[in-house]
């Protein structure tokens, strides 16, 4: 009811040092190799807390959050290519009218990693499923960005982890190897430096690999299932080019608005693609003071949306080895900035103070009538937890902004956790009547999902999948243009963990419990991921 309101191993040449931080591990090991014996007690003491203090400042333990062997562990763990692979269909029928590619992106280190690695900078892996004629094929391949190619010619990681971080005086020490093959040549970041495991879209009729450090990657889709990269989309020849992963495209206009940000001013800028693949000029938002999270934004028929969270990165921290770049600041005033989606420049931008609205992702926005723009987004309640454990405190929200006077009206949709949400993507920017959501277990597996009526915030269909299955962003495609918004299908993966077997499970979104239409049992285990795409 609505409610108002990794890197590679260093090897040290100064044994003493590498010997101190080893004996954290097993003080006993310090005594065998010196002749220093210390039979009081108070020196003993002495002695473990300089070594504590030695550790923690060369190679300090790491957040569970960025820990590898905590992270992708279970069923987030890595797995190997398939080339295309035929799927039995264990339950109904697969829709004849259903001809076309689901596809879905999500991280899968290549190489395993020894330092520091955050859930969202593991090498990029689609998983798709090609339909045809009630049949389905499986393949999964990973994206072959330039990052990718590089680490795996040399067989360790080089390319630092910028949301991972550096943590102590050893991380930083090792990214000396990656600059040590910049100065010689040995490595172009001109070519990218990204992972495209974000998301996936289609943009002036390229199908794209997405992450907002670098620029998409063109992929293809061959007629027999399998997956090609064909390489980096050179939109941009500039040095430290990017795109945001979630690009909004114009159903009608065919033109697509996007984003890139930088640590430096500009750290946002403005831009859209027309329709055949030309980028066009672009708006420096010097509105923006600080380099903000922004994962997402909106478009509607006349403006686009950009919110800037408590989020924000912290350079300095990485290039002194104090962790992750991403700094909680409970004190700033967040707000949504609302400009034409024509703007020559940032003059045009009006910003509204919207305290503690920390979207990680926005379902829609649209104009209801000339003043008022509505927004509704999963606002995150509690970064810290965020940081800390990966674990969303979310709820959905309702946003009604009046841009002439400036009044803030703000409704509770839901008090479930609630994200990765998709609507009828012919109803991207104009008045939206359902969404449909995932329900968070902890990122990024889903506990089940549900559809939301966004005029009255009824919770109009729930699923929940069985005990110890979980599935993924639920997506929402539709059967044919013209007929009801919830005319189609809903789809997803879905794990079972106790199993360990995966599946491909297609809903009916008019039924109030998702019913299942079909359900293809997958040749391999699929690792929980992030956004997907179906495209005919």
Sequence with gaps: MISSTCSPILSFTQPKAVMMIRAVRNPKALEKTTS??????????????????????????????????????????????????????????????????YIRNGPNPQLQPRRALNLFEGDGMLHSLRLSNGKATYCNRYVKTYKYLVEKEVGFPIFPKMLSGLYGLLDVARLSIFIKRLVTGNLDILKGIGVANT???????????????????????????????????EIDKNLHSNMTAHPKVDSETKETFAYSWSFKTPHLIFFRIDEKGVKQNEVPIFSVHRPSIIHDFAITKRFAIFHETQLSFSLSKVLTGRGSPLVYEPDKTTRIGIIPRYAN????????????????????AWENGEDEIIVVASNILSLENFLDSMKLDVVLEKVKINTQTGNVCRNLLSTRKLDLGSINNSYMGKKTRYAYLGVIEEVPKMSGLVKIDLETGDEVGRRFYRDDCFGGEPLFVRRNVGDDEDDGFVMTFVHNERTDESMFLLMDPKSPDFATIAAVKLPRRVPYGFHSLFFY
Excluded at 60 to 88: I, K, Q, Y
Excluded at 202 to 208: F, I, N, Q
Excluded at 351 to 356: A, M, N, V, Y
């Design 199 to 233: 998301s996936v879209a289609v943009v002036s009729g390229k199908l794209l690999a997405l992450c907002e450090s670098d620029l998409p990657y063109i992929v293809n889709v061959t007629q027999n299932g399998d997956i090609e990269t064909l390489g980096r989309w």
């Design 36 to 101: 220093l014996k210390m039979n009081s007690s108070p020196l003993k003491s002495m002695k473990t807390s300089i070594l504590h203090f030695f550790s923690n400042f060369f190679d300090p333990p790491l957040n569970p959050s960025v820990d590898p062997t905590h992270v992708f562990d279970g069923n987030l763990a890595p797995v190997d290519e398939m080339e295309p692979t035929d799927c039995e269909v264990i339950e109904g029928e697969l829709p004849l009218c259903l001809n076309g590619v």
């Design 345 to 364: 420049s940032d003059s045009k931008m009006k910003w509204f103070e919207i305290p503690r609205f920390n979207a990680s992702h926005i379902v829609n």
